[in-house]
């Protein structure tokens, strides 16, 4: 270790403590603190975060970081420090760009916002919001011109939760899809469909609880390194590889909503629990890039948990534990499964509309971003791209525009990675099958293990160590393609729809 | 605000925010951190009180709180601000006495202590405990000549848990307790018992968990500021009057067990969540006194919770949500409640045979300090006390000496103010019916909450601002006896063993 590298880590440990106690207090917040505690929690989460940005963009840090990447230090790294004090260099020559009192306001900006979007979407009225969002968008390209001049603003954007995939690229694979896509989902949606309303009924929460653990158990979620719990929506948060958590809503009158939720937040937690544990403590230890980390759930809550042969195993099991659908047969269970339908709510969207939800949201930011259409005209577009292509518009603004709280803390650029996940998964799902043979043969002889092992040795072992093109042409040797999800809708609702 | 408020109040701010994230850490760990997270959790947690040492014990600090100690500062503040002044003053006085090498040394071999007492426990061999404990009582006894050179050490350990109840107090209320006591229980032991196998059977936690949340809100809990949650042991954790958290562990087998836990740890919850809101944020928002908390947690446990009227309106909601229940009418249902029997595990003894445990422990404490009987020779003390008050003889040493933590972590001292909360319980009770009338008639008419009431005007306003003798002055009229617990317990069970 060379002194330089030894007060590094030092610095580097500090920050990982507060790091750590920052992700604690949001953790309870979402998850325990009753509602006269909060506001305590809050406070003491300004405090930490405030204490943390101060260490994060000191002058000392800088210069240790700047020194670590000199060559003489920089080789004697092991691969995750590397990318520890690459990132942090980068990230650090651009952060400091930004004054203070610049941040501080956008700070404060984004926390009105966000509580302007709340009593906006809880009045249904998107003119509440309206000038915050106009704000963010200000804002949003004001701290850019600090730390990106000259660059592309939506491009930048984009990077940020998906680096090395810019606007190019990804109009490319979403032009791709959607040529394809949309003519199979108006034919699905002509098609007759199952009825859903045989699912009426009540469904113990305390009972899906145990199907939640079933569920993660049965993936491989690791109970030694992980923890259930309910919040208002679903989520997963890892302190590291040992400390995984999810979390799930349970409704009483719907039995699908928590199971593919645990399977989606599983396939996130069984990512960050199969990183090298060499990368413990570095930048990298977990996965940066939005789309390849949703790539993960997605794979796991579409691509094996819609598969028919992923329940074959274990429906009895579930019947057992969540008595109420006994009433079903595995056939009537797995069509409720991939019913497809159109749908306002993005979240509770199957996995083919879903795809449009995101295209349209992706062509909305184009149009904030690249023809500047104001605030105010965007409700109007929002509608217009349900009808053109769903064919439904939203009966008003909460389950239109104001749905998702995306765009109210400036998460502008997130919305295509989960989109770019499922196009990934397709092209993930050949490559496993050619590696491993047919994943419905897999799942019905009760494998999955097989293919997490697949899924943690080709991807999750990284973190965040190669970049998510890195990781496609590793896995797959090809360029990024649409194709490959294309054919598996296709096969699959084929199929199922009879079409 | 003078200007030295204001810089106090700014570090006493920071202050806070520590040890909230020190108290949301140890949480963490004890409900809900998986197996491998722990040492994640543990070294974030050995960071924070690092520092928070660190920073409490500053000479910074240590000159803003002398300055508000000085009249002229100190009439000007509230007082819960001169609580805490002058409780720091104290405390730092003593504490900066303490050379930073012993202290070190002291905490490291603490943490082998406990190591080794959990070690010694499950191997129920206390020969691998005996040279820790011998290490802490030294360590005990030289921390003590730091900081209190010269006084009595057990007076001193007794004055850290129950400020201003020394031995002399102590030793005269206990053989008061002890000579009516030992006679009674003796009488009650030889008299018919109770069936207590037909309870044998199954009892769903999630049941359980149901009832439990029943009782807490019957008593006054409020959930509003406050949550339930699992753990091993049942523990009450607060960090503010608008966030106290109670856990409780649910056994398949016992359905008494986590009811008696929920209303006991409510006891102390409902405490904390009635404080002074003006007391916020100073030393004075919670009770540091032991044997005061212990006593509000044991009047809901005992004084309430054993009593068949607390059951009468509730006693048909708790088989609604517990079927298994219904087997049992009240009458079998509270004779349960108050079975007395000789047992060897503290916790888990009836209200009666609870004193004796705590006698055992107060005398073998003042063996070790005032007779100094080595470690080796007290597990053969404990067993002999044991036979002569409750007439059984431990098998092994984990069912005897082993089965406590507290002398692990040198928490000597501890003990008696378990059973100093019982005996202001008697006087309280004493007190409340002087106001309210027949505490029997209050609880078959539902009217719990008057209690409540009574105990958050008369008791848990005040936080830590009267010491334990001032509660029993206000609050009693009275000098500190045990004769009301006493009284309580002939009557009581005189009527329930027809003696």
Request: glycine letters at 6%.
């Amino acid at each position: 270790m060379s002194p330089a590298f030894e007060k590094f880590k030092a610095y580097l440990d500090k920050l990982n403590h507060y790091s750590r106690v920052i992700n604690l207090l949001s953790w309870d917040m979402y998850t325990t603190t009753p509602k006269l505690g909060f506001d305590g929690m809050a406070a003491t989460d300004t405090y930490f975060s405030t204490e943390y940005f101060a260490l994060y963009t000191s002058d000392e840090f800088y210069e240790l970081v700047k020194t670590l990447n000199e060559p003489e230090e920089y080789e004697q790294l092991t691969p995750g420090y590397q990318f520890t004090v690459r990132k942090y260099k980068k990230n650090l020559e651009k952060d400091r760009k930004i004054p203070k009192d610049f941040y501080e306001r956008f700070t404060a900006a984004r926390n009105e916002s966000q509580r302007a979007w709340t009593e906006a979407k809880n009045a249904a009225d998107f003119s509440i919001f309206a000038p915050h969002l106009e704000k963010m968008i200000e804002y949003t390209k004001q701290q850019l011109a600090y730390t990106d001049p000259g660059k592309d603003v939506y491009d930048t954007l984009l990077g940020l939760y998906e680096e090395g995939m810019d606007s190019t690229t990804i109009d490319k694979v979403f032009e791709e899809l959607k040529e394809g896509l949309l003519p199979l989902t108006r034919k699905i949606l002509s098609a007759p469909q199952p009825d859903s309303s045989i699912f009426k009924g009540y469904y113990d929460p305390d009972a899906q609880k145990k199907v939640e653990k079933l569920l993660l158990s049965y993936m491989g979620f690791s109970f030694d390194a992980g923890v259930t719990a309910e919040s208002e929506h679903p989520f997963t948060d890892g302190f590291s590889r040992y400390d995984v958590r999810v979390t799930n809503h349970f409704y009483e009158d719907n039995p699908f909503s928590s199971m593919f939720s645990a399977i989606h937040e599983g396939g996130h937690a069984i990512f960050e629990q199969n990183v090298d544990p060499a990368l413990t403590g570095t930048a990298a230890d977990d996965c940066c890039y939005m789309g390849v980390h949703e790539s993960q759930s997605r794979f796991y809550e579409n691509i094996l948990g819609r598969n028919r042969n992923f329940w074959i195993p274990i429906y009895n099991k579930v019947q057992e534990l969540l008595p109420e659908l006994k009433r079903f047969s595995l056939d009537e269970f797995i069509r409720e499964c991939n019913h497809i339908q159109a749908s306002f709510i993005r979240t509770e969207a199957d996995e083919v509309t879903y795809c449009m939800h995101i295209l349209i949201r992706y062509e909305i930011e184009q149009a904030i971003f690249r023809d500047h259409v104001p605030a105010s005209e965007l409700p109007a577009l929002w509608n217009q791209k349900y009808q053109e292509y769903l064919g439904i518009t939203p009966a008003n603004d909460a389950e239109g525009i104001l749905q998702d709280m995306h765009w109210s803390d400036g998460s502008f650029g997130y919305f295509p990675t989960y989109l770019l996940g499922s196009i990934y998964d397709g092209m993930f799902l050949e490559a496993l099958e050619k590696d491993l043979g047919s994943v419905d043969d897999i799942l019905a002889a009760g494998e999955i293990r097989k293919i997490t092992r697949w899924l943690n040795e080709n991807i999750h072992w990284y973190g965040s160590l190669r970049l998510p093109k890195e990781v496609i042409e590793k896995v797959c040797q090809k360029e990024l393609s649409a194709k490959p999800l294309l054919n598996y809708f296709e096969d699959k609702y084929s199929k199922i729809y009879q079409l």
